[in-house]
């Protein structure tokens, strides 16, 4: 059975520092593309960043670009988002995707709050 669990969100201040991860199971996650997908309060889903299988090339949106990083860990079958310098406007539920060939799947997201 295929599976990406989130975790590592919670409720930061402006300012602060969060790690996400990105657990897989059930498919040979070194062979994937991975990314990682937001979603803010009543918006659509923005694409954050991108990794491929080697995790030797990266892309990011403009909106995370220098605060941002994505990598991973192909022996552990783990993606990882680091965010600093986190911004009330990164509120939003953060979810990864793996990519190959037409196949994309998804996890459930994990919930980032940035308050004071």
């Known amino acids: 059975q295929v599976q990406l669990v989130e975790s590592g969100g919670g409720l930061v201040q402006p300012g602060g520092s969060l790690r996400l991860s990105c657990g897989a199971s059930?498919?040979?996650?070194?062979?994937?593309?991975m990314n990682w997908v937001r979603q803010a309060p009543g918006k659509g889903l923005e694409w954050l960043s991108g990794?491929?299988?080697?995790?030797?090339?990266?892309y990011y949106a403009d909106s995370v670009k220098g605060r941002f990083t994505i990598s991973r860990d192909n022996a552990k079958n783990t993606a990882y988002l680091q965010m600093n310098s986190l911004k009330p406007e990164d509120t939003a539920v953060y979810y990864c995707?793996?990519?190959?060939?037409?196949?994309?799947?998804w996890g459930k997201g994990t919930l980032v709050t940035v308050s004071p």
């Open positions: 995707n793996a990519q190959r060939y037409g196949m994309d799947y």
């Open positions: 059930g498919f040979t996650f070194s062979s994937y593309w």
């Open positions: 990794l491929n299988q080697g995790g030797d090339r990266t």
